[in-house]
């Protein structure tokens, strides 16, 4: 499997203030086509309609825009690098469908490539940055072999070389396998619109205000 893990961001286009280095993994296997357990829409349309309204508000911000780089990494039946990561500007986001398996840990250990090939970047090319955050959001159990990836993963935030946030948005008893993947933080369940909505708005408000970072304290129950 070939990964571009840059997307389009050369050199030439760099902003010059501290980057702010965001990836969302997310599920796309067949259980999303399911409704939310809390509303009419399915999960994939419910995820594609906050994943849209959050790189609008990046974009429409001025300093959201300016320090944001974003990468997109799906999982359902296989992994699949939406966006590389790249000026929000630049990353033309489509629908996203619904199909297949879990491959969860695959999907992680992708991200930690890219997250591990993107700080080389920064630090080959002289640029400041805030530690990359990984937003992981499943609704069901991996299909894969995932611990290898989950204690991969567990090692890098425990070395402070990423922030994992892991969202849970089923009903069932699989959020465990999520734990697996984040050491400090126990997975955050979505149970209404309204908290999708919360959990989308301050993800935004991170990425204008990194050194308060919304997310983080909504997360933590800090609001």
Same mark, same amino acid.
């Given at each position: ?5 840059f997307?389009?961001?050369? &050199? #030439? ?5 501290m980057?702010? &280095?965001?990836? @969302?993994?997310? !599920? ?7 409704? +939310?357990?809390?509303?009419?829409? %399915?999960?994939?349309a /419910?995820?594609? /309609?906050?994943?849209?309204?959050? @790189? =609008? ?10 320090? +944001?780089?974003?990468?997109?990494? %799906? ?12 000026d929000?500007?630049? #990353?033309?986001?489509?629908? @996203?469908?619904?199909?297949?398996s +879990? &491959?969860?840990?695959?999907? $992680? ?5 890219? $997250?591990?090939a ?9 640029? =400041? ?31 402070? /070389? ?5 969202? *849970?948005?089923?009903e069932g =008893? ?9 050491? /400090?933080?126990? &997975? ?14 301050? @993800?935004?408000?991170? +990425?204008?205000?990194? !050194?308060?970072?919304?997310?983080d304290r *909504? ?5």
């Amino acid at each position: 499997m070939s990964i571009d893990l840059f997307g389009d961001f050369k &050199p #030439i286009n760099i902003n010059s203030s501290m980057k702010f &280095p965001l990836i @969302l993994v997310l !599920d796309v296997s067949g259980s999303m086509t399911q409704r +939310t357990p809390y509303g009419r829409k %399915t999960k994939i349309a /419910e995820l594609n /309609e906050k994943v849209k309204m959050l @790189l =609008e508000y990046v974009k429409a911000d001025p300093k959201a825009s300016k320090i +944001t780089d974003m990468a997109i990494v %799906t999982f359902g039946g296989e992994v699949q690098v939406q966006s590389g990561f790249n000026d929000v500007q630049n #990353i033309n986001f489509k629908p @996203l469908r619904a199909y297949s398996s +879990t &491959p969860m840990g695959s999907a $992680v250990n992708v991200a930690l490539d890219m $997250v591990k090939a993107r700080k080389k970047y920064y630090l080959d090319n002289g640029m =400041e940055f805030y530690r990359p955050r990984i937003f992981l959001m499943s609704d069901g159990a991996a299909t894969d072999a995932y611990t290898a990836a989950a204690r991969r993963c567990s090692d890098m935030v425990m070395a402070k /070389e990423v922030k994992m946030y892991p969202i *849970w948005i089923g009903e069932g =008893e699989y959020d465990y396998i999520l734990k697996e993947f984040s050491p /400090e933080l126990q &997975p955050k369940t979505i149970k209404s619109d309204q908290m999708y909505f919360e959990m989308f708005r301050s @993800l935004s408000g991170s +990425t204008s205000n990194p !050194d308060d970072d919304p997310f983080d304290r *909504w997360f933590k129950d800090e609001f």
